[in-house]
Every structure is written in C-alpha cells, then in structure tokens.
C-alpha cells in the first residue's frame, strides 16, 4: 500500500515537474545552506586544528606594541632586546623551550637558481618551540649562536626550488650576497593561517642576522613553550611582569607589548566560526521552514484540484486512513526529492568552497542521512494538515466538486 | 435457478421510512419523504420518476455515499446507519458498486488502472489486480483497450470501464445512476445487454434510475419516484 501511494506520488509529481520544482525551491535551498555550512565550517575547522598544531604546543608569543584587536602591526613599536630575553630567560619557571627571533625578507641563490624568501635569525632553541623536525642535519650550535658563523638551516621550499635534486648539506647559498653554509633541512610545514608558504624559509643565528642582514640587535618575537597547557596562565603573567619591569612601564601605563597565548586565539577564533555557523543555521532553518509552508500550500492546491478524484476514491471504497497516507507520502516524497536535490547542490557548493578557500573537502554521511530524513519529517509535518482535509472530505460532495 | 428465486430470499436492500432533508426552514427540501423498499437477491430493479423526484438522493444513500436524515437502511440485515466511515467504506468496496452517468474515471489513467483501482485498496498483489482487472474488461468487452486513457475512449467504452471498475471486485449489488444518459441509442442497448448479461449469468442484484421506458424495460421490476415517495412498484414479465 505505501509503495503504492509511492509510485502514485512520484507519477504526480511528474505530471506537474515544473510546479513541483518551484515548490521544493525553499526545501532544497536550506537544505544546501545547511549541508554546505556544516562541511564548509567542519573543512576550516580541521584545517585550523592542523594549524594550531604546526604552531606548536602550549605556545605563548611575546610581540612588540600594545594590545590591539585585530593582526599585530608592530613596526611602529619599542623592539626586544637582548636584555629583555636575558631577563626571560633567568625569571621564567615551568618552560620547555624559549627563543628570541626577528624576520626580514631576502633573496637566496645558490647556482643560477634564486628565490625570494623570508629569512629568521634566531637562537638554537627555535625549532623546539614550534615542533619543527629535521629531514638532514640539524640546529645550529650554542657555540654558531654565540659567534655569529654564517650558517643556515632552509626550509623544504628552498630545498626544491634552489637544489633541485641535490643534496644541500653544507653547500653554500648566497643570502643577500652573504655566503652562508646549508647546516639542515627541515620538515615541510605548509601553508600558515594567513596563506604564506612556511617551508619557504632561511633560519640563521640570530646574531649572525643581526650583523649581516638586518644590521641592527632588534628582536621582534620571543617565542615561549611551556611543559604543559596548565603552567601557560602562570608563564604568561610572569612574562608580562618581568617584561614590565625590563622594559621600564610604569605602573598603570598599559602594556607596550602583548603575549599572546596561541590556544586562546585558537580558541577565541573557534568560537567565532561557531557563532557564524549558528547565525547562519538560523537562516537556513527560516528557509526550511519557508520551503515547509510552500509544500503545505502546493498540497491544498493539490487535494482542491482533485477533489474529484478523491470522491471517486471514497466512491470505489477508498478509507479515510488510505487517502490520508496517499498525500501525506506525496509531500515526503515531494520533501525527500527536496533534500536530494539540496544535497547535491550543498555539497557542489561546499566542494566549490573548500576549492576556493584552499581547505579540506569532507563528505559526511551522517548529516546527509540527518538530512534527507529531516527533509522526510518536513512533508509529515506540514503535509499532514492538507492530508487530513482530503481525508475528511464527504464522498458525495467531492463527487459533485466541479 | 433457485438461487435468483425472490420469494425464496430476504431482502438484501431494505428501506423503511427513509427521508433525506437537505437545507433548514423554510428553504427545507425533502428529497426523500418517507421511502418504503425492499430489494430481494438477484433483482434487476428499474427506478424512474421526474427529474428531482429523489431517485440519486436514494441511490447515494443506497451505495453508502450519504445518510439518510431519519429512517432505516440494512445492507444484508445490518443497520448501515450504525455504522462508521470506515465500515461503510469496506461496504463500498466490497459489496457494492456504482456506475455514474457521467462514468468518473480517473483522468490520465488508463483503462487497466482505473479498473484495478478498486483492488489497490483492498491491498491485492499486484499480479492478481492485473489478471483480474483485465478478465473484468474483456467481460465488458474491451479487451485489446487495456492501456487506453479515457480521453482516448469513446463515451459507450468510458462506461464500460466503469462497469468493469464496478464489477471488478464482485460486488452483491450494482447501482447504476442513469448509465446510458450520456450514450446514444445504439450504445444504450449495447450497454444494457451487458448489464442483463451481468444479471442473468453472475447473479448480481442491480438497481438503475432511467428516464428512458426501452432502458427499463430490461428490468424485471419498476419502482417510480415522485416528490420524494414511492408512486408504484411494479412487476414486469422479463
Ligand atoms: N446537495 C443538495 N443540496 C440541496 N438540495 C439538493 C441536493 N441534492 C439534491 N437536492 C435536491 O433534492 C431533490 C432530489 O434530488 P435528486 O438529485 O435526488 O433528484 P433526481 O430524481 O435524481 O433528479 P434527476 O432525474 O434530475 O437526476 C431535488 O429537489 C434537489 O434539488
Ligand atoms: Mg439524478
């Protein structure tokens, strides 16, 4: 019996395809809204995650300049100094790995090959901070660091672009026309949170940096690793008051640095895509619903125009019941091509999305079937009232219904 | 032929003082004003009578499509009117069937469906529906029109599907509300020899309203409404 009302649903609907088209529109586009957030938002959520962890663990960054919302600028702003990270240094407990570090852009060659990269002096201890492992080699030594011998570690990038092939130990790349001997390769990293190619990279002695590149003892980062999330509240205060002190801010002066701690901003930035994704659900919810009153309203349309032929049904000993599920399973099957239909078109919107924003595609099988079968409880929903005044018509006057 | 034989068997229709109102006060109109009848097993009953005299209004009460006002209907012994939708649906499926003037085939469905339909909601296999769909409309001779639309039939075949749709399910009683008013001579009498034949061979009890005396005349017995009463019931030599 619900095969046939089926099979004699999907034979309507095709007798008025443009009609029922139209009416799925509201159905189908919140259902696409739906699927293609969730995808869209569960694509940059996992891509953020990955981020977070190429940041390293429970990592607290020390930049100059105050607090502001928004990307830190900086340039603008009192720089670190050597005696800052001292400081640091000696007064800071519960600390796994700490380096100072500045970044200027320069030109590498090696050969005929050359390439624009971003080049970071810093001290041994760097590639701790940031969980950065070696493919060859190594970091540099405290006795390099101390002296400011011109060596480097680049990253996968440069290996690539520059060697092509070739083994870059303890080969010599020009940096800025300053010779400088390969001493490691790293591990590629990929894309960071603002789009930048990480692995294109040159890591040198800070001191060596500072002499023969930047040509001055600005520091512009200091990187702190705690031994574990708990002891971060507890780090990042203590920076702030030694910083404070180093720095000579007087008291109720704000701050003229700021230490972020990244699994806050992680945090923070999650919460937002969460609100997003709630505001949007919201509209997408509207939406349904919208599509759920044009199904109740092409229904009636429906059960009017065929009056008749629901007195012939009664006529010819049709129940009650039996012409109430005939339409009720027109509006699922009607709501249930709906949500295929939005499917599709979520994920073609998602897929096209993840393309654009360079994030990763994921195909849950879960939601779809959440969505089909909430598409299904739409039609019960708002195809029942029309059902029932189709159920609950007398047989004569439906017979008489011109 | 024992079994047609009236005298030997109970009334399967019995009407006792049934009216029908439709409309209040002075604007009442009493369709049916006190209408006393019984129908025997195997009957072949003509109603005739002036246009508005009650004859659909009785027949609708008759085929379990409205209830009367007051009085009594049994069906085979059972008070109808104590009985719900439901039930009186099962009735109309199973026992009764009803052939309209204007023939009420679905539009857009062909032939073989609209006769099956009856069985649909019976639940009946879909092998079995076909096979007995198709044996009810070679019976009314149209066999070779089973994939037709009804607009693709002329108004004789139209009716014939509907007879067929109606005797699919074997029904005790067939009620035909002016079959032949939408026909031609020529096809009225074809019409009728099919209903006789249906009358004759497989025992189905039939009532139908006529305005035409050759039509009736193929009954064994007119009944003749006027103003909502019976006028006069009469036996004819068949
Ligand atoms: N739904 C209705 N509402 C109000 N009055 C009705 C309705 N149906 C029938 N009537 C009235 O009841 C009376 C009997 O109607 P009915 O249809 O039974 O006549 P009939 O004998 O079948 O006539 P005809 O030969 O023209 O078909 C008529 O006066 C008609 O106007
Ligand atoms: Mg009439």
Known sequence: ?????????????????????????????????????????????????????????????????????????????????????????????????????????????????????QVTGTEPSFFETQDWSFTAGGTFSDSDARSGTAVCVIGATLVRELFQGEDPMGRVIRVNSMPCEVTGTLAPKGQSAFGSDQDNTVVMPLRTFQRRIAGSTRIATINVSGLNAAVLPAIQADMTDILRETRRVNPGEEDDFTVRDMTQIAAAMSSTTTVMTGLLGAVAAVSLLVGGIGIMNIMLVSVAERTREIGIRLAIGARASQVLLQFLVEAVVLCIIGGLLGLALGYAIAGGGALLLGIPFRFNATMAAVAVVFSGVIGVVFGFFPARSAARLDPIEALRHE | MNAFDPHAREPIISLRGLRRFYGEGAARVHALDGVDLDILPGEFTAIMGASGSGKSTCMNIIGCLDRPTAGTYSFSGVDVSTLDNDRRALLRRNSLGFVFQGFNLLPRTTALENVELPLVYRGMSRGEREHRAAAALKAVGLEGREGHTPSELSGGQQQRVAIARAIVTDP???????????????????????????NRERGITIIMVTHEEDIAAYAGRKVIFADGKIRSDVKVAA
Request: zero cysteines; glycine letters at 10%; proline letters at 4%.
């Open chain 2, 172 to 198: 005790l009683v067939l009620l035909a509300d002016e079959p032949t008013g939408n026909l031609d001579s020529a096809r009225s009498h074809e019409l009728m020899r099919l209903v006789t034949d249906l």
């Open chain 1, 1 to 117: 019996m619900i095969w046939e009302s089926v099979k004699l649903a999907l034979r309507t609907i095709r007798r008025n395809v443009l009609r029922s088209i139209l009416t799925l529109l509201g159905i189908v586009i919140g259902v696409a809204a739906v699927v293609a957030l969730v995808t869209i938002g569960e694509g940059a959520q996992s891509r953020m995650t990955s981020e977070l962890s190429k940041l390293g663990s429970n990592m607290l960054i020390a930049r100059p300049g105050a607090p502001t919302p928004g990307p830190p600028t900086g340039s603008d702003a009192r720089s670190f100094t050597e005696r800052d990270v001292d400081a640091l240094r000696n007064g800071l407990s519960g600390v796994r790995a700490m380096a100072a570090s500045s970044t200027k852009g320069a030109k590498v060659v090696y050969g005929t090959a050359s390439q624009d990269t």
